[in-house]
Nanobody, 127 residues
Framework: QVQLVESGGGLVQAGGSLRLSCTAS????????MAWFRQPPGKEREFVAA????????YHGDSVKGRFTISRDNAKNTIYLQMNSLKSEDTAIYYC????????????????????WGQGTQVTVSS
């Protein structure tokens, strides 16, 4: 099993920045693909970004490209989501997710592709 714990959420003004962290513990070798999803109020959970533990490939959703960046620190078993130029529509609960398989656009752009989830962290962007 892999345990995921997010941190770094909070309240920020539009145009500001936040950095989210997700630290993995347990059988971290089982999580080849790590990702961020978000769930705005009253909406479905949506893909934000994904990264491999063992490679440099990253993937970002269209709504965050150029503003958000996913990265990792293998030594700390931690992934990050740097969020810049935040907008009110970025307000959501942000979830960290992991899966044992290599990233596939057929599998890992939806929540159903992930077996491990964190508890979520709230990000609120005020306009």
């Amino acid at each position: 099993q892999v345990q995921l714990v997010e941190s770094g959420g909070g309240l920020v003004q539009a145009g500001g920045s936040l950095r989210l962290s997700c630290t993995a513990s347990g059988r971290t070798i089982s999580a080849n693909t790590m990702a961020w999803f978000r769930q705005p109020p009253g909406k479905e959970r949506e893909f934000v970004a994904a990264i491999h533990w063992s490679g440099d490939d990253t993937y970002h959703g269209d709504s965050v490209k150029g503003r958000f960046t996913i990265s990792r620190d293998n030594a700390k078993n931690t992934i990050y989501l740097q969020m810049n130029s935040l907008k009110s529509e970025d307000t959501a609960i942000y979830y960290c997710a992991g899966d044992r398989r290599q990233f596939s656009s057929y599998t890992h752009l939806t929540p159903q592709g992930y077996g491990y989830w964190g508890q979520g962290t709230q990000v609120t962007v005020s306009s």
